[in-house]
Structures are given as C-alpha cells and as structure tokens.
C-alpha cells in the first residue's frame, strides 16, 4: 500500500519568500503524482499533475519535481502571496487509486 | 474543462434518515469515479471506487450497506448515506478520472447529523 508522507505539516511564511513543500512516498512504482490546494471548507483545486515517465511540470509560479528512485517530489511556490495561504496536499496514483499526504498547512503573511 | 459537481454542498439531517450525494462530471465522461471523506484537519480517505455500469468497490473498513453508491451513467455516481448517525458527520468528495488518469475533484458536500 502507498504511504505518502508530507512535512512539514504547517508554514508561515512572509509575503514574497519562496516555498518548498516536499512529499514523500513508500512504492516507486507510482503512476503519477498530483499537487493540490486545499482552501478551508472547500473541494481540491488541482495544480500540477506529473506523470511517471516526468520529471518535472511547471505552471505560471508552481514548479514540482518527482524523483521516482528517492520517492520523492517537492513543490515550489515562487514568491508567495498572502492568497497562497491554503492546504497543500500531494497524491501518488498506484492501480488507479489516489493516496493522500496529510498535506502542510501554508500562511503567507502579509 | 474538467468540471465535477456535488450536490447538494450542504446536508443537514436527523439521526437514521439517509442521505443521497449527487457526483457529476459535466464536461467529460467518467467511467471511473470515487468516493472520499474528510474529517476535520486530516486528509482525504478512500472509501470507494464506482465504476460505471458495475458494483462499487470498497476500501476495507467500509461498510457498502451504509454507504450505498450507484453509477447509472458515465457522468453521475450517486452515494447514499443509510440511517446515518452523528459519526457519519463529515466532509463527503467524489473525484473523476479524466483521460490521463488526473482525478478531478468535486466542491464537497458537508453532512451533519443532528
């Protein structure tokens, strides 16, 4: 079974420095790995999906990286903003079935 | 592109009446969706995946005659709640697969039972 595991479980941050969000996973044999945002009360926004056979995907500010052999990705948020200030969670695919990190908490301060 | 519905958002209902949640993908067909709850600061479980046409299947620990799920057609899954109980409160979200496998989410339905 897929363990996905993200730390820290919160961050507060100041307007405008980067953020690094890492996740990690137990099977390499991961079909992909999802990036979501969580605002409180609310559905999952998807941001960022990376396929198996990818290293890495970028959209506007978001970059995340997957490393299959280390069992890792990490999401990177370039100069945040107080808008920012949300649950991240990321999801690894095995047999079609998405397993979840608890997620880290982020507050940007204004 | 990619939109999933829940319907309704919000539930409010007394102690062993049921609950039905809608689950649309309104603009892709679906033949796989799943089914998902949330408590209060912790992250999302699997309870079950609902295949378009056939039974659902569920994660262990899941009782399939409490929650009840149907998916009459490539865009609705419904998930019925039986005689629920205060501990079935909950934050309930469905997902659908979109072609290259990417789960899309629904907003989430939040159910209380009083």
């Known amino acids: 079974k897929q363990e996905v595991t993200q730390i820290p479980a919160a961050l507060s941050v100041p307007e405008g420095e980067n953020l690094v969000l890492n996740c990690s996973f137990t099977?390499?044999?991961?079909?992909?790995l999802q990036w979501f945002r969580q605002d409180p009360g609310k559905g999952l926004t998807s941001l960022l999906l990376?396929?198996?056979?990818?290293r890495e995907q970028t959209s506007g500010r978001l970059n995340a990286s997957l490393d299959k052999s280390s069992g890792r990705s990490t999401l990177y948020i370039a100069a945040s903003q107080p808008g920012d200030s949300a649950t991240y969670l990321c999801?690894?695919?095995?047999?079609?079935?998405?397993?979840f990190g608890a997620g880290t908490t982020v507050t940007v301060r204004a | 592109g990619a939109v999933v519905s829940q319907h309704p958002s919000r539930v409010i209902c007394k102690s062993g009446t049921s609950v039905k949640i809608e689950c649309r993908s309104l603009?892709?067909?679906?033949?796989?969706m799943f089914w998902y709850r949330q408590f209060p600061k912790q992250s999302l479980m699997l309870m079950a995946t609902?295949?378009?046409?056939?039974?659902?299947?569920?994660e262990q620990g899941v009782e399939k005659d409490k929650f009840l799920i149907n998916h009459a057609s490539l865009t609705l899954s419904t998930l019925t709640v039986t005689s629920a109980h205060p501990e079935d409160s909950s934050f309930y979200i469905c997902?659908?697969?979109?072609?290259?496998?990417?789960?899309?989410f629904g907003p989430g339905t939040r159910l209380t039972v009083l």
């Open positions: 997902s659908a697969n979109g072609q290259t496998n990417e789960q899309f």
């Open positions: 099977d390499s044999a991961i079909y992909n």
């Open positions: 990376i396929q198996s056979s990818q």
């Open positions: 999801a690894g695919t095995n047999d079609y079935k998405l397993s």
């Open positions: 603009d892709f067909q679906a033949t796989t």
């Open positions: 609902s295949n378009e046409g056939s039974k659902a299947t569920y």
